[in-house]
């Protein structure tokens, strides 16, 4: 018996994208790794309600202003050419 275990595509999905703190107090920092094409952030309340929307260029590091929200759960969405996740973050 043989096992296959996929690599690859789903390690680099995985080890695509990291953020930082979570739970956030004022400052939320994504970072992208090999972020060839623009990208578009939207932080939205689980209501679906659109809070913000920041556009990137080109860039590994972006970072988001929190500080002027309320405590609670958050939806950053990460849009970089055709690949996008979402992340659930918690505003203390």
């Known amino acids: 018996c043989t096992l296959w275990w ?20 004022d ?9 060839e094409s ?4 939207t932080l939205s309340d689980l ?9 990137f260029k080109q860039t590994d590091k972006m970072t988001i202003n ?6 609670g759960i958050y939806i950053i969405h990460v849009i970089a050419g055709e690949w996008s996740r979402k992340i659930k973050v918690t505003k203390e």
Request: proline content about 6%; aromatic content about 6%.
């Open 6 to 25: 996929p690599v690859g595509i789903n390690n680099y999905e995985e080890n695509k994208l990291s953020f930082y703190p979570n739970p956030v107090n």
């Open 27 to 35: 400052i939320v920092t994504i970072t992208l790794n090999n972020s």
């Open 38 to 41: 623009n990208t578009q952030i």
């Open 47 to 55: 209501r679906g309600r659109i809070l913000q929307t920041l556009n």
């Open 66 to 71: 929190m500080k002027n929200l309320s405590q």
